[in-house]
């Protein structure tokens, strides 16, 4: 169809087949193609190359740079978490001394109480013992003296050693 | 430039002709022609995209430079990824050949330019070229280790005498085919064009014919990319035959 309307409208045809300026299109063609090759090889592709491997190296520098300051960072953290553990660690070590200490300390006082309780528990014990005893002998002195009053109303005469020897008989069988 | 005196005349193939750019006369070797006023804004057009959009080698790069990086990255992947390490080589060459057929292609799409892509002379040197390139330098590269291209040695013996008489003739039709679909292409696309822009000046279908006219022209833009795409990955499989190490 095109080549009807083509060939309606001028006596050769198709301009494509028209021969004659085959030689004129490849001569210019090939000085096209030559000036581009030289454009790209000598100017255009070196630079866009340069460009890239620039780019590429300053992208992996980034990463590089980016990968060290992670690193640092974790690193940081990490020093961060074992002072925490260290701190931690030291605070209880410090309590538990404190508590061990003052467990000592009143485990001392507590011993102290104690003793001077179970002293004065024993002086009291002792005192009231020494009451005892001379309440014993007044009750023996009394007794005897009882006694004697008692057989000398009755018309006897006492003896004071079988006195005595009675009334210590009567209180050793029958104690207070 | 259609409807002259009385009748409608159509005239889609007038682009196509070659003329002088000064005055009249026989059409030399040396002529300069509207071919060679558009092969070099051809030239200027890559010109100012890959060297001057490229002039401050930024490591962000502008709007400009980002294009040819990405041209180049383009070119140089498929180059890598269907000839092969050994075809990065040729990338300069490929490079030169995408450049050109896609330029060509989009300035020819501009009104009134002149479609230098369109022309089986400019097509069928460049196909000659990638075919006798590649051809030379599968010889060089691989002697007559080369020609075990067309014997298919994974085919049973007695079909091998056939399948190399195919395979020897399908590779002498490359460069035919090669050249002919670039430049068919756009000679089609180009006269489907103005024939509409002939009926535009009809003033009942100039509507149709111009939103027609707008659909075609977005479509060869399309064709105008990916005739050049397909030039160039054509080329690198070609290419692959002579640097690669199996072949298809």
Known sequence: MATEAGGAAQSVGMPQLDFTTYGNQIFWLVVALVAIYLLLTRIALPRIGAVLA???????????????LKERASAAEAAYQKALADARAEAARIIAEA???IQADLARALAEADADISARAA????RIAEIRASAMQSVAEVARDTAAELVAV?????DAAALEAAVGARMKGQPS | MAAEGGGLQIHPMDQFIVKPLFGEGAVHWYTPTNVTLWLMLAVVAIGLLMVVGTRRRAVVPSRSQSVAELIYGFIHNMVEDVAGHDGVKYFPYVMTLFLFVLFANLLGLIPMSFTTTSHVAVTATLALAVFLGVTLLGLARKGV?????FWVSSAPL????ILAVIELISYFVRPVSHSIRLAGNLMAGHAVLKVFAGFASVALVSPVAIGAMTAIYALELLVSVIQAYVFTILTCVYLKDAVGDAHH
């Not at chain 1, 190296?57 to 980034?62: E, F, H, M, Q």
């Open chain 2, 158 to 161: 007695a079909l091998r005498p």
């Open chain 2, 145 to 149: 280790g080369f020609l075990a291209m």
């Open chain 1, 123 to 126: 002086e009291s014990e002792r």
């Open chain 1, 154 to 158: 009755l018309g006897g005469s006492a």
């Open chain 1, 54 to 68: 620039e780019r590429k190296g300053t992208v992996a520098n980034d990463l590089a740079a980016a990968e060290d």
């Open chain 1, 99 to 101: 508590k061990a200490e």
